[in-house]
């Protein structure tokens, strides 16, 4: 929560976040680049990037595993999902947009019930 100050996080103590979520590993996001060099610059560049936001592993294991986010309307069910990819930034506005788009969904339904 140091990264998400007031805001309501889910700690997926079962995993089962993680299962619905592709039970992707960081190996598994490696393997398919068969050139060393590459797979050595992108851990570098990801490195740096994680030190310019102040961000450290907890070096127990789950640093291996791939999570995301996943949206939920009021009724739980999910919305919006977005798998983790180590190499790129979070796309913060397409979840952002998926958020106000559920927020508006739930404010139209709230007004058709009226």
Do not use: H
């Given at each position: 929560s140091q990264?998400?100050?007031?805001?309501?996080?889910?700690?997926d103590r079962d995993g089962s976040f993680y299962d619905a979520l592709g039970k992707r590993t960081v190996t598994r996001?490696?393997?398919?680049s068969r050139n060393p060099f590459t797979v050595?610059?992108?851990?570098?560049?990801m490195g740096k990037r994680l030190r310019t936001k102040k961000i450290s592993?907890?070096?127990?294991?789950?640093?291996?595993?791939l999570g995301g986010i996943i949206v939920f309307c009021k009724q739980g069910k999910p919305?919006?999902?977005?798998q983790e990819d180590i190499w790129n930034e979070i796309p913060v506005s397409d979840i952002v947009a998926a958020t106000m788009k559920v927020r508006e969904e739930q404010y139209n339904?709230?007004?058709?019930n009226r």
């Amino acid at each position: 929560s140091q990264f998400f100050p007031r805001r309501a996080l889910y700690l997926d103590r079962d995993g089962s976040f993680y299962d619905a979520l592709g039970k992707r590993t960081v190996t598994r996001m490696l393997l398919p680049s068969r050139n060393p060099f590459t797979v050595v610059s992108r851990i570098v560049q990801m490195g740096k990037r994680l030190r310019t936001k102040k961000i450290s592993g907890t070096r127990k294991g789950s640093s291996w595993l791939l999570g995301g986010i996943i949206v939920f309307c009021k009724q739980g069910k999910p919305a919006y999902a977005y798998q983790e990819d180590i190499w790129n930034e979070i796309p913060v506005s397409d979840i952002v947009a998926a958020t106000m788009k559920v927020r508006e969904e739930q404010y139209n339904s709230n007004t058709k019930n009226r």
